[in-house]
């Protein structure tokens, strides 16, 4: 469905998803090999659900992608995704099919004449001529989910049948579900959380999976909620920014008359889980019904298929931990007055091995340290696809003890009570002056202090230079802004946002550059781009409204540029 209001929805029964997926099948077996793989692009609705269940039925293996979109870098990255998969066939609806057929053509992808699922009631594949073409295994390639390139180059994932089937039962036993219950949300099916954290668990598990719209939930929050009451939801999930856009966004009168008492589970992941937004969404709409344990904070990952840290039935677990311990390393409650930051519990294992280690060494640290979260067990992926080289390095890691292989997440974190704690991203994080400190830190003070940024987006990261003494390593800022302040407005700002850094996390800004909306890059699920944003910085391809910057950094980066162009 689209709309929770709108009378166009769509809906299959699950003997009708069944015969749309064998017709499917049957028209891909005349045009494919086995473990061939499928581009599957689709506007929201029903007609993914049926693609994807019929990929599998064909035994082939399903690519679930995004639409193109209409920014260079996302046509770009879907290309690339097309290139390194190797795709044979791209299958897309009539809404989705002429951009996808304007975005392989200009891509120069003319080997891939995008299909719409529709020719198969148009050719009258008959679902009952559907045989397996392969016999069943466990370890067989079901779908590549191409990870979403927070931190580089997108990466197809191997997913196996095996892991789909343990991470979807994870899903169901961590949230306590049941056969009765209906999944929904807004999520895109070509995201792991939608798919395998929504869709499959409710088609397989459950009483079935509504899809809303994301535009639709973006533009009006609201009807997420509505769309929860009017189909009897009782689970859904969302990236952090998705509460908070509600938290922001809904008001009085859309709350009055809503019933979110039968939401049992409401998880909250795919990026960083604010504490303010969890106790936030969970007293701004208990009014309607929604339980303090409905909110779920979870850990997990491509890699690992999705699931590997969560548990339902309990509200948040929010720590005050001490601050100048964090920036050693060290996860520890903080004492009475002391300064502390408050982090949410990402629960225990849900079925996975869950270690903290030295990323250096391998050496696994006791509760209570933070490293690098290394995860083994059947939900782990079998690698990246064509990727030999990132396979071995990400999911072949061997701790000191000689145990493993264990997946590298390439996430901090350290366990507290049982529960983890993320912290942070081992290529994002900054170290200055010895200490550690996570930049989506900074960037949640500054927009708690500054109005200005509000609900927008930012990136913080460090630079080295030479300013002729030595060499140095200095913090830089993005930050969007809209453009209506003015410049004089701006100029108080970034020297503002300065201060409040240099107050709040005691070290210096040598630049702050304040972009558009939309100037951010972010990953599909909403994950800053910090390593993008800081190449686009040193190549000075970014636009600001107002750049405020050291001149001696100035100095430095273009003399760089300059030796660069000879």
């Given at each position: 469905m689209r709309d929770p209001q709108a009378r166009d929805h769509e809906s299959l029964t699950f003997a009708e998803l069944d015969a749309r997926a064998?017709?499917?099948?049957?028209?891909?077996?005349g045009r494919t090999e086995p473990g061939d793989r499928v581009l599957l692009l689709y506007s929201p609705g029903v007609e993914f659900t049926a693609a994807f269940f019929g990929c599998l039925y064909a035994g082939l293996i399903a690519v679930p992608g995004p639409l193109p979109?209409?920014?260079?870098?996302?046509?770009?990255?879907?290309?690339?995704?097309?290139?390194?998969?190797?795709?044979?066939?791209?299958l897309s609806d009539r809404r989705g099919l002429p951009e996808v057929g304007k975005w392989a053509a200009d891509e120069g992808l003319t080997h891939l004449v995008p299909h719409s699922t529709d020719e198969t009631d148009e050719t009258d594949d008959d679902p009952g001529a559907w045989r397996p073409r392969v016999p069943g295994d466990p370890d067989a390639l079901a779908l590549l989910q191409y990870t979403s390139g927070s931190t580089g180059s997108p990466k197809g994932v191997m997913v196996r049948h095996r892991n789909l089937l343990d991470n979807v039962d994870a899903v169901v036993r961590s949230l306590r579900l049941r056969p009765g219950h209906r999944l929904g949300g807004w999520i895109p099916l070509y995201h792991d959380m939608g798919l395998i954290g929504l869709m499959l668990p409710g088609v397989l598990r459950c009483d079935g999976y509504v899809q809303m719209d994301p535009m639709t939930f973006l533009r009006r929050p609201h009807q997420w909620l509505q769309m929860m009451d009017a189909y009897d939801v009782n689970g859904t999930a969302s990236p952090d920014f998705g509460y908070e856009l509600c938290l922001r966004r809904v008001?009085?009168?859309?709350?009055?008359?809503?019933?979110?008492?039968?939401?049992?589970a409401a998880v909250d992941g795919s990026e960083p889980v604010r504490a303010d937004t969890v106790t936030g969404f969970a007293a701004r709409f208990a009014a309607a019904g929604f339980r303090p344990d409905a909110i779920v904070p979870m850990y997990g990952l491509a890699e690992s298929t999705l699931l590997a840290t969560g548990i339902g039935g309990?509200?948040?677990f929010v720590a005050g931990v001490d601050t100048a311990a964090l920036e050693g390393n060290v996860l520890r409650r903080a004492a009475p007055g002391a300064p502390a930051r408050n982090l949410v519990g990402c629960g225990p294992s849900a079925g996975q091995s869950v270690r903290v280690v030295d990323p250096d060494s391998g050496q696994e640290l006791p509760a209570g340290r933070i490293g690098e979260i290394?995860?083994?067990?059947p939900s782990v992926a079998a690698g990246y696809w064509a990727n030999s080289e990132a396979t071995k390095a990400a999911?072949?890691?061997?701790?000191?003890?000689?145990?493993?292989?264990?997946?590298?997440?390439g996430d901090l974190g350290g366990l507290l009570d049982g529960d983890l704690f993320v912290t942070g991203r081992r290529k994002d994080v900054l170290i200055l002056h010895g200490r550690t400190i996570h930049p989506q830190d900074i960037e949640a003070e500054l927009r708690a202090q500054h109005g200005e940024l509000g609900s927008l987006h930012g990136a913080v990261f460090t630079v080295g230079w030479d300013d002729g003494t030595g060499s140095r390593e200095s913090v830089v800022v993005l930050h969007e802004i809209r453009g209506h302040w003015g410049t004089e407005r701006m100029t108080e700002l970034a020297a503002a946002m300065k201060l409040t850094v240099a107050r709040e996390f005691g070290v210096p800004v040598a630049a702050v550059l304040l972009l558009r909306p939309g100037g951010i890059r972010r990953t599909t699920s909403g994950k800053v781009e910090r390593s993008a944003m800081r190449s686009r910085y040193l190549e000075r391809a970014l636009e600001p409204l107002l750049t405020s910057e050291d001149p001696h950094l100035t100095a430095a980066l273009d003399a760089r540029a300059r030796q660069e162009e000879r």
């Open positions: 064998r017709g499917i099948a049957v028209w891909l077996a979109g209409r920014y260079r870098h996302e046509r770009r990255r879907l290309a690339r995704i097309a290139r390194d998969a190797r795709a044979t066939v791209v008001t009085d009168d859309q709350l009055a008359g809503l019933d979110l008492s039968r939401v049992r309990r509200p948040p290394w995860l083994s067990g999911f072949g890691a061997t701790g000191a003890d000689g145990q493993g292989p264990f997946l590298r997440t």
